[in-house]
């Protein structure tokens, strides 16, 4: 592919990891909220060397090492995003780490932030807890004073979860959800962070205790539950959703003030992404594949350069 073409206000970065998320399989498969028109560049978030500003670029330079995410483009050598949506990376963190920082921790620190309001003490339910965002917040569930209860569909990943600071594991494949967590959760959770759906999404919520707060991600698992409002009233729960590009549009203040602690969790090493595998730029199908199959631990990376 020839390199991609700079404009104003953008800069090119010559990628050295990329990371690749559940969204970019459902771009694929043109069942994302948006359509790219194909062929396209898929890749959506990742990690490099600043090559290239343009004239009217001033908080990037080259030779920077930089992090980003964008919507296709970075499963390539090289790829060209507008300069202030990249992110210098901190001294002593690699760039593999800050490609498989981006989406997945972003995601699940403004979820459980500024949706789930998370505070120490809370009693933390999250699905999906082996998958990336999943696994994200078990780690910043943690960090921010929760007990978490990790749910998952296989031993390995709930290794993972302890791993990673979750005090309650669940395997969801081993009886009804509901009854697992009301043996483990006798007086309710305080929280659910949801990025699974299906029929894993109910039993989670049934198992807040009055004035909880649910908060639903995506649906990795193909289905959008329908919750009967007369849960919702009888324990006097919140439910809100979670989606990246809307907070960004609506709640600015606090999306800044949340990347900032981010970027410290990271800076400081307090938080490192868990890498479950790796594959060669060549093989990004198959780490596509892998990923839609829902085999991935933490991040997938594809090193690139
Ligand atoms: N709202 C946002 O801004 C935002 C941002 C990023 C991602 N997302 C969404 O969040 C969801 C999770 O993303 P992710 O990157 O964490 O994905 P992931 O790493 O693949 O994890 C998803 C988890 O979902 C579970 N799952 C259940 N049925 C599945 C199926 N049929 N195929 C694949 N996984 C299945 C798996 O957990 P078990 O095996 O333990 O059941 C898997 O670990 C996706 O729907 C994604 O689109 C939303």
Redesign the pocket.
């Known amino acids: 592919m020839p390199s991609p073409r700079m404009e104003a206000k953008t800069a090119r970065v010559r990628v050295a990891a990329a990371a690749v998320?559940?969204?970019d399989v459902?771009l694929i498969a043109d069942e994302y909220q948006l359509s790219v028109p194909a062929p396209f560049i898929p890749g959506s978030e990742f990690a490099g060397e600043v090559l290239e500003v343009a004239d009217d670029v001033r908080n990037v330079a080259v030779g920077d090492r930089v992090f980003g995410s964008t919507m296709v483009g970075a499963f390539a050598e090289e790829v060209v995003v507008t300069a202030t949506s990249l992110t210098r990376i901190p001294e002593g963190v690699e760039a593999r780490q800050a490609a498989a920082f981006g989406?997945?921790h972003r995601?699940a620190f403004h979820?459980l932030r500024s949706f789930a309001r998370v505070r120490s003490g809370d009693e933390l339910i999250v699905?999906?807890?082996?998958?990336?965002?999943?696994l994200a917040a078990v780690q910043l569930g943690v960090v921010l004073g929760a007990t978490v209860t990790a749910?998952?569909?296989?031993a390995p990943?709930l290794d993972v979860a302890r791993a990673n600071g979750a005090t309650r594991l669940v395997d969801?494949s081993a009886g009804d959800l509901r009854a697992l967590l009301k043996g483990l959760l006798p007086e309710g959770a305080d929280a659910v962070i949801d990025?699974?759906?299906?029929t894993?999404s109910e039993a989670a919520l049934r198992s807040l205790h009055y004035g909880g707060r649910f908060v639903t991600?995506?649906?990795?698992?193909?289905e959008i539950p329908r919750i009967p409002l007369n849960l919702v009233l009888l324990k006097g729960i919140s439910v809100t959703?979670?989606?990246?590009?809307d907070f960004g549009a609506h709640q600015r203040d606090e999306l800044e003030r949340n990347e900032a602690e981010l970027m410290e969790l990271l800076a400081s090493g307090r938080v490192t992404p868990h890498i479950g595998a790796t594959f060669p730029l060549e093989e990004a199908a198959a780490a596509l594949r892998y990923?839609?199959?829902?085999h991935?631990v933490g991040?997938i990376v594809l090193e690139v350069s």
Do not use: I
């Open positions: 998320n559940f969204p459902l989406v997945a995601t979820a699905l999906g807890a082996g998958g990336g965002v999943g749910v998952a569909s296989s990943k969801h990025p699974v759906g299906g894993l991600v995506g649906f990795a698992a193909g959703g979670f989606q990246m590009r990923v839609a199959d829902g991935a991040k």
